[in-house]
């Protein structure tokens, strides 16, 4: 998957990832500032969800549909042509997979034992999911940097 993240199309991609991240941070630096709070739930974003939609987002712009050319295509009428990624059509669709409840926090249904209060808060879980959402972050502005960087070699013809 991280192979057909590294594409000068996956612009959209990138920013539904970064746009995730931010607003996960935000939960969790929540949960980290609660965390002493008697009562107090932990809340996250839906993770599973949205690797879900990222999965289906990639898988669509590494299969464009191609058009259909029939053989016996003999009017003149103009040829339909589908959006290929990168388009503005195509950045459309794919801000459609990722629906808006994949970017609101949600109360962590508590399973297991926890506090006396049912709370299930764990300094340690919070501060390790932080370091990873801020790692993914970093990683997917890295690869925002560099097709910007790219782009912008292209259009001033530098090699």
Same mark, same amino acid.
């Given at each position: #998957? =991280?192979?057909? $993240? =590294? *594409? &000068?199309?996956?612009?959209? $991609? $990138?920013? *539904? =990832? !970064?746009?995730?991240n931010e607003k996960?941070? !935000? !939960?969790i630096a929540e949960n980290i500032a609660r965390i002493?709070? &008697?009562?107090y739930k932990t809340r996250d974003l839906p993770v599973d969800a949205f690797q879900q939609a990222l999965q289906k987002a990639v898988g669509k712009l590494t299969s464009p549909s191609q058009p259909q050319l029939s053989a016996h295509a003999t009017s003149l009428a103009p040829i339909e042509f589908p959006s290929y990624p990168g388009t503005p059509a195509d950045s459309d669709s794919i801000e459609s997979l990722f629906a808006g409840e994949l970017f609101e926090s949600q109360q962590i249904p508590t399973e297991e034992l926890g506090l006396q209060d049912n709370g299930k808060r764990n300094i340690e879980y919070?501060? #390790?999911e932080l370091t990873r959402t801020l790692m993914q972050q970093s990683y997917a502005m890295q690869l925002m940097n560099s097709q910007y960087n790219l782009l912008e070699s292209v259009i001033s013809e530098r090699p």
């Open positions: #998957m =991280i192979r057909s $993240l =590294i *594409q &000068p199309s996956t612009v959209p $991609l $990138l920013q *539904q =990832i !970064a746009k995730f996960r941070h !935000a !939960a002493d709070t &008697p009562g919070e501060v #390790m």
